[in-house]
């Protein structure tokens, strides 16, 4: 930090990356320069801005400040570095080395975050500095901040989200329209919703990563990517929308954390679930985001908004720059990381949930007191059947009450095996279901 004319003291930044997130916090650094100083008591230089290709155009961003040379840029003196590169190298290499200069970082990469998260925490430790991510998870949402702050006094039970707007375009597109999932994901590629390669999106890797973030800072614990069950929405078929449509349910892709009913462990889990049409989730539409907590004391919170895009998230990104830069200006750190807790991580037949089960059945007597006797033989509770259809084609559809997956999973290889049941249709998780 140094004192310019004006008196204010001045921090340096430097800017990782200029794509679409990068680009609109440039320009938004630029056109509010004068509010930051007001609002930081400090004036903003932005330093430089390292990207891959310099031959790029790059409207709004002075040529002089371009550079490919990132390390050279982050060993400059600088106070604030963001990192918008993405992905897990060099953007952790870089952020350790500015860490290892005392320089504080803005990120958003949750895949980063999600996998290396102990090391880069540590590292922010060591050396005094603060490490903010608001804009890794749910985009222009404030919601990581309100974890570790606001509900910070109370006990949260759970989390349950929809984290991806690739998705939840997708899914919602699908429910409105009726149309098959390969059509939306074509349409949700061509208006700029969905990546070229959507693997990320809608296998459920890209909630998945947020999904431990959320679970980390919720329940003061460890928790990485790879602890995380993961199943995306590419198998979801018209005919699954339209059979939870038929029961008063919509589709989504859910981030789910709970703590476990001792307290000792955590299961997070991302999968399609159906949800009821009278959740506030269930009217969550298109690419918009909304995750709610439900913690001891507060009850149940929502927060909605955009997730993704260049501007939402580079409102994010640049409360966390303000928050950084106060700290430093005060000479203070922010809160790091909280893990005291060290809950285990616990796979996914740990989780109790509710499930639909769509079964084609043999057109014989008896064939519900079958079907019944082996949902009741592992201690799943049936909540309501329906009957659709008959002869060759005859179908049950049974919504269990609360199970773990582990009961469910038995249930079902047993009905498999079951002469009245020629097949297993569908299976879907039930969530934000009073009974
Ligand atoms: N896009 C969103 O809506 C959104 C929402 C929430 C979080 N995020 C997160 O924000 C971060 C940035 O996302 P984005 O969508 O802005 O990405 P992007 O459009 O792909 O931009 C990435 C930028 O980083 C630069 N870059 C990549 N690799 C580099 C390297 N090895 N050396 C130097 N520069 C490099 C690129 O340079 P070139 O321009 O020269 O290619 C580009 O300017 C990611 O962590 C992402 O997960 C994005």
């Known amino acids: 930090m140094s004192a310019n004319k004006a008196e204010l003291p001045v921090l340096r930044i430097a800017l990782l990356g200029a794509g679409v997130v990068g680009s609109e916090v440039a320009r938004l650094l630029k056109d509010n320069e004068e509010d930051f100083a007001a609002r930081v008591g400090a004036k903003f230089e932005l330093v430089g801005v390292a990207v891959r290709d310099a031959k790029k155009d790059r409207a709004g961003i002075p040529a002089n400040l371009i550079t490919t040379d990132a390390e050279k840029l982050l060993d400059d003196n600088i106070d604030v570095v963001i990192e918008l590169m993405g992905g897990i190298e060099p953007a952790k290499y870089l952020i350790l080395r500015a860490l290892k200069n005392g320089s504080s970082i803005v990120t958003a990469n949750k895949a980063l975050l999600a996998k290396y998260g102990a090391e880069i925490f540590a590292a922010a430790e060591a050396n005094d500095a603060d490490v903010y991510y608001e804009a890794a998870v749910a985009g222009a949402i404030p919601l990581l901040r309100p974890l570790r702050e606001s509900l910070v006094g109370d006990k949260v039970r759970r989390i349950l989200g929809i984290v991806n707007g690739t998705t939840n375009f997708i899914l919602t597109k699908m429910d409105e329209e ?42 003061h614990t460890r928790v990485t990517i790879d602890d995380v069950y993961c199943e995306g929405i590419s198998k979801v078929t018209a005919a699954d929308i339209k059979a939870a449509k038929d029961m008063g349910f919509v589709v989504k892709l859910l981030a ?180």
């Open 178 to 219: 009726g149309s098959d999932y390969t059509e939306v994901l074509k349409e949700a590629q061509a208006l700029g919703y969905a990546e070229t390669d959507p693997t990320a999106d809608v296998e459920g890797h890209d909630a998945a990563a947020k999904a431990a973030i959320l679970a980390s800072l919720a329940f």
């Open 256 to 435: 789910v954390a709970e703590l476990s009913d001792d307290e000792k462990g955590v299961v997070v889990r991302v999968h399609p679930a159906m949800v009821p049409k009278s959740h506030p989730l269930a009217s969550v539409r298109l690419s918009f985001n909304a995750v709610f907590v439900e913690a001891d004391a507060a009850g149940q919170v929502m927060f909605y908004g955009r997730g993704a895009g260049g501007a939402p998230t580079a409102s994010a990104v640049l409360g966390d720059l303000v928050a950084v830069s106060r700290n430093k200006v005060s000479g203070r750190r922010g809160p790091g990381e909280s893990v005291y807790a060290e809950l285990a991580p616990l796979p996914i037949s740990a989780a109790k949930t509710r499930y639909s089960i769509n079964l084609k059945v043999a057109d014989q007597p008896g064939v519900l007191a079958t079907i019944a006797n082996t949902f009741a033989k592992h201690d799943v509770s049936i909540q309501v059947v329906r009957q659709d259809g008959h002869g060759d084609a005859a179908f049950l559809l049974v919504r269990t009450h609360l199970a773990t997956d582990k009961a469910l999973s038995q249930t079902l290889a047993e009905l498999k095996s079951l002469s009245a049941v020629s097949e297993v249709v569908g299976v879907m998780r039930v969530e934000g279901s009073a009974n």
